[in-house]
């Protein structure tokens, strides 16, 4: 239901299935009601169970799949990480070389889709796709930054909203560079909610939680699983 329409139509449709089953309850006689409904909400319970089980093995995925990327191109992702890190400290010193993070940043990230999909990636090459898509990503960056932020002065929960539902706008504007930056938001939101804010926000608390380890070794590839 929520792929044919949308996420809210599913979780609607599931409630008033749920409604249903209760309505079906009605026509239970009083002697036998008290045990049936303890079954019925037993089954329930252990639905929710199969549910966040189905859940945590996702994140353990892509977790592990993470970390076996890694290990095949450990040199060359950390490597890269530490070049994308010192230089976009380098450049934040300056207001002009601020605006050149993104497009550093971007290009860091293109490397590590390479890597994902067994392309190849070599030390110091990620530069040149950032550069050349130098403005779109500035202005990424300006849009998710000023979204997050005025999101935020709305008691925090709006701000940490956008922050997942925007966390592959990156990804998707480095793998379509030609779209504009409001489509990868719209692409990125869309994304997410298929998948699941609940499930990408378990997964991005998992890496925060984990976060020095993860990315000293991995410099958060296991987000792109």
Not at 22 to 41: A, G, T, V
Not at 140 to 158: H, K, V
Request: charged share 15%.
């Amino acid at each position: 239901v929520h792929e044919k329409w949308n996420k809210n139509i599913g979780v609607l449709s599931g409630d008033l299935l749920m409604i249903f089953a209760f309505k079906m309850l009605e026509d239970i006689d009083s002697d036998n009601l008290k045990e049936i409904l303890k079954r019925f909400n037993d089954i329930a319970i252990k639905v929710c169970e199969g549910q966040q089980y189905d859940m945590n093995f996702e994140i353990e995925k892509a977790v592990s799949q993470g970390f076996e990327y890694a290990k095949d191109n450990f040199l060359v992702i950390w490597v890269n990480g530490l070049i994308c890190i010192m230089t976009s400290i380098l450049a934040g010193i300056t207001i002009i070389g601020l605006i050149a993070v993104p497009a550093i940043m971007a290009g860091y990230l293109e490397s590590l889709l390479r890597v994902r999909r067994g392309e190849k990636a070599e030390i110091g090459d990620f530069f040149t796709f950032g550069f050349n898509h130098f403005g779109s990503f500035l202005g990424l960056a300006i849009l998710l930054f000023l979204g997050i932020f005025f999101a935020s002065l709305l008691l925090i929960i709006p701000g940490i909203f956008l922050f997942i539902a925007w966390y592959f706008a990156w990804y998707i504007k480095i793998d379509n560079p030609n779209i504009t930056v409001t489509e990868a938001l719209s692409m990125s939101m869309s994304l997410v909610l298929k998948i699941g804010w609940w499930k990408l926000f378990a997964l991005v608390l998992l890496i925060s939680i984990a976060g020095g380890v993860l990315n000293l070794f991995t410099f958060n590839l296991a987000g792109l699983i």
